[in-house]
């Protein structure tokens, strides 16, 4: 009986398509290969150039695009013309049922260090991004938008929440991100749509790396023990759990919030971060 019903179920996702952005690396290769794992097709969104084959650190890991229904695109969901052709590349193969929207960028530095082009910058990517993928997902299903009782995820950061000293800019754009969701999920409501938010902490993905090259150049283990034992002069807590959370972690979240198992769950942001944002 459970083979039938896995078997139905995958005969279902076969005539639908989820689309997951920053799908190159890190969290967005994650939910990529946990979609694919349950049997969904895919429409893997990121930049031209974007190193699909074994990431942006090139680890020689397979590209997620050469599995079964996943068709690779690529674009910038920053630019509103990109995103609507994002869209109907998607409706292409299906009905939209799904989106998963992980892309974004970090830099860190102090308020009085930024300039206005720099922030301005995190939040054309981070907030801006979200939104323009948002309005084309809330449009009605004819127009391209997600079907009725379909789901979209937003991955932020657990410093939408908790200020950390040089986020200024991120966690500024993440936070408006987080808020675009969940006014979304009550917009969308009606038509049995539901909308969540997944904060991650400390992940180790490469930009997590380039967070520690500033501190301990490729000493990447003194970055990880510096994380979980946290810094309080920093006033950042470390991870009660004492591990880093690998993109696994979160996708299995996402592919959750994305599938019927979730379907009394909507407008909640879930902290992936073992702890740290209590």
């Known amino acids: 009986s459970t083979r039938k019903e896995s078997s139905a179920a995958s005969d279902v996702y076969k005539?639908?398509?989820?689309?997951?952005?920053?799908?190159?690396?890190?969290?967005?290769?994650?939910?990529?290969?946990?979609?694919?794992?349950?049997?969904?097709?895919?429409?893997?969104?990121?930049?031209?150039?974007?190193?699909?084959?074994?990431?942006?650190?090139?680890?020689?890991?397979?590209?997620?695009?050469?599995?079964?229904?996943?068709?690779?695109?690529?674009?910038?969901?920053?630019?509103?013309?990109?995103?609507?052709?994002?869209?109907?590349?998607?409706?292409?193969?299906?009905?939209?049922?799904?989106?998963a929207h992980v892309a974004g960028i970090f830099t860190m530095n102090g308020l009085t260090e930024t300039s206005l082009e720099e922030f301005e910058r995190i939040h054309r990517v981070n907030a801006v991004g979200t939104f323009l993928m948002l309005r084309e997902a809330g449009r009605p299903a004819e127009q391209g938008g997600l079907s009725e009782g379909g789901a979209l995820v937003a991955v932020t950061s657990n410093a939408a929440r908790v200020p950390r000293q040089g986020m200024g800019s991120y966690g500024s754009s993440k936070a408006a991100a987080s808020q675009l969701v969940r006014i979304a999920g009550l917009e969308l409501a009606q038509r049995g749509v539901r909308a969540n938010v997944v904060c991650p902490g400390s992940t180790d993905t490469p930009m997590q790396h380039s967070m520690w090259e500033r501190g301990f150049g490729q000493d990447y283990d003194a970055g990880r023990r510096a994380v979980i034992e946290g810094d309080l002069g920093a006033h950042r807590l470390g991870i009660p759990l004492g591990r880093i959370a690998e993109p696994a972690d979160v996708a299995c979240v996402v592919g959750f919030l994305l599938s019927e198992r979730a379907r009394h769950v909507t407008l909640q942001e879930i902290y992936v971060d073992g702890g740290t944002s209590l």
């Open 15 to 99: 005539r639908q398509t989820v689309i997951v952005t920053g799908a190159a690396g890190g969290i967005g290769r994650a939910v990529v290969e946990e979609l694919a794992a349950q049997g969904r097709p895919v429409l893997a969104a990121d930049l031209p150039g974007a190193h699909w084959d074994g990431g942006a650190e090139g680890d020689g890991s397979a590209d997620p695009a050469r599995r079964p229904g996943v068709r690779r695109w690529e674009g910038d969901i920053s630019r509103e013309e990109d995103v609507t052709a994002l869209f109907h590349a998607a409706a292409e193969t299906g009905p939209l049922t799904g989106l």
